[in-house]
């Protein structure tokens, strides 16, 4: 049905109706239709609460910004614990090439919310940035850290 990703299997509460299949997003609390980057969306986001320790109320799912007058949603923000941005996640269909537009879109993105973590995913390839604004460096890491690691 829809193609195996590279994160762990996601416990998702899926329904069908007619030929359209929904899961339920536990981050929006809501349900929603299951398009091939809403199965990315949803398996990246539940590794982050399930394996790397990331609270689920400091997630946001669909999180709108403005971007050159312009609304625009991040798939995904996570907030530190005093409600401040700090990372960025940017989700694509597992088809779609993880490539310099591509980045372009999430660094956009970082020019309102200005965080120190960028992740770019396809669910098959994953981007990991961190933005080192002290050196103004942008530095790439094997894999996403744990939520204790992004606070400390």
């Not at 998702?12 to 929006?28: A, G, M, N, Q």
Request: net charge neutral.
């Amino acid at each position: 049905m829809f193609t195996p990703l590279n994160f762990p299997k996601a416990d998702l509460r899926l329904s069908r109706k007619e030929d359209i299949v929904y899961v339920w997003d536990e981050f929006r609390k809501r349900k929603i239709q299951l398009t091939p980057e809403e199965w990315v969306r949803q398996h990246v986001l539940h590794y982050l609460k399930k394996e790397r320790s990331y609270p689920e109320n400091l997630i946001v799912s669909e999180y709108g910004i403005k971007v050159n007058k312009m609304i625009r949603r991040c798939d995904g923000v996570v907030f530190d614990r005093n409600g401040k941005p700090i990372m960025i996640i940017e989700c694509k269909a597992p088809e779609i090439k993880l490539n310099e537009n591509v980045f372009h879109q999430i660094a956009q993105y970082n020019f309102e919310l200005n965080v120190n973590w960028l992740v770019l995913t396809n669910g098959i390839d994953t981007i990991t940035a961190y933005i080192n604004s002290s050196s103004k460096s942008i530095d790439f890491v094997a894999e996403i850290p744990k939520f204790e690691e992004l606070i400390s």
